[in-house]
């Protein structure tokens, strides 16, 4: 299993332009879900979802856009790229219902600079 | 304020010795509390979970202890090698799911031969 696959690793984007970062999970996982990680704060969930065609706004949802057609894949799309979201992306997936450890299984993440 | 607390500053140990690394919180009421490992460059990988009716977990050199009234965890590797430099990152999880999943900034830990 390759478990939970992120591309791209690197990414550089001017001020407005958009982008879809991806994410796939063959663990038949329900559940998947976006952070970004920026110096010297914790991990911050952007968008989750429960299951294919449900999603939810997690801390930090402004900006980004997600669905989720597959349980495998869940892509999240960058509108208008600002210089804020310059930052380390990770997605992660793991089973419903904790599965006893409520484990997160995350994914390599992707580095974003917004010029 | 709701807040966790992870040392910012990283924590250097010699080879062979325990490293102790804290986790603080403040206004949260978890459920459990897990710890992650992340090298760099690259995602956290999963530890250990301790839930809050237990004062102790082990696993192999790791050791995680959970104090719900002094609103702490403490992360102890027995034995520390170099193989386990890395940033260690704890994270709440209050009761309502994985959306309930809070995460410190992360200590990094360097074990020196």
């Known amino acids: 299993n390759a478990g939970v696959t992120q591309t791209p690793k690197f990414q550089v984007l001017k001020t407005g332009q958009s982008m879809t970062l991806q994410c796939a999970q063959d663990?038949?996982?329900?559940?998947m879900s976006w952070y970004r990680q920026d110096p010297g704060m914790g991990l911050r969930l952007i968008h989750y979802?429960?299951?294919?065609?449900?999603?939810d706004q997690g801390e930090v949802p402004n900006g980004y856009n997600v669905s989720r057609s597959t349980t495998e894949d869940f892509p999240l799309r960058l509108l208008s790229a600002a210089p804020s979201q310059t930052s380390v992306y990770f997605c992660a997936s793991s089973y419903s219902r904790g599965g006893g450890s409520w484990e997160l299984f995350f994914g390599e993440g992707s580095r974003l600079t917004v010029l | 304020s709701q807040k966790i607390e992870q040392n910012s500053e990283a924590l250097n140990i010699q080879e062979g010795k325990t490293a102790t690394l804290t986790c603080n919180y403040t206004n949260y009421s978890p459920a459990y509390l897990q710890w992650y490992r992340q090298d760099p460059g690259r995602g956290p990988v999963f530890l250990l979970l301790i839930r809050e009716n237990e004062k102790e977990k082990r696993k192999e050199r790791l050791k995680v202890t959970f104090d719900t009234t002094l609103k702490q965890s403490l992360f102890h590797i027995t034995a520390s090698q170099p193989a386990d430099s890395a940033t260690y990152l704890c994270?709440?999880?209050?009761?309502?799911?994985?959306?309930?999943?809070?995460f410190g900034a992360g200590t990094r830990l360097a074990v020196h031969p």
């Open positions: 663990m038949n996982h329900e559940y």
């Open positions: 979802s429960v299951g294919a065609g449900i999603t």
């Open positions: 994270a709440l999880l209050l009761e309502g799911g994985y959306n309930k999943l809070i």
